[in-house]
């Protein structure tokens, strides 16, 4: 395998990883069903509200799940 080739299938890996990622999240999201922004879930929508606090910290929501 061609070096190039190695960096391309690396990154190919990454990509499934990260998808994965987001699909177990929103497996376990589904799983959970609705619950208040827990310390340590790793679901999407905890992942989702921790993005949303960091980019403003007192956010208006106006989506309820
Ligand atoms: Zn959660």
């Given amino acids: 395998m061609k070096a190039g080739e190695e960096a391309e299938a690396?990154?190919?890996?990454?990509?499934?990883?990260?998808?994965?990622?987001?699909?177990?999240?929103?497996?376990?999201?589904?799983?959970?069903?609705?619950?208040?922004?827990?310390?340590?879930?790793?679901c999407i929508v905890c992942a989702e509200r921790r993005k949303?606090?960091?980019r403003a910290p007192e956010p208006e929501w106006k989506y309820f799940l």
């Fill in 52 to 54: 949303q606090l960091i």
């Fill in 10 to 42: 690396a990154r190919k890996e990454e990509l499934r990883m990260i998808v994965e990622m987001i699909d177990a999240s929103m497996a376990l999201a589904v799983k959970k069903g609705k619950h208040p922004l827990t310390n340590g879930c790793g």
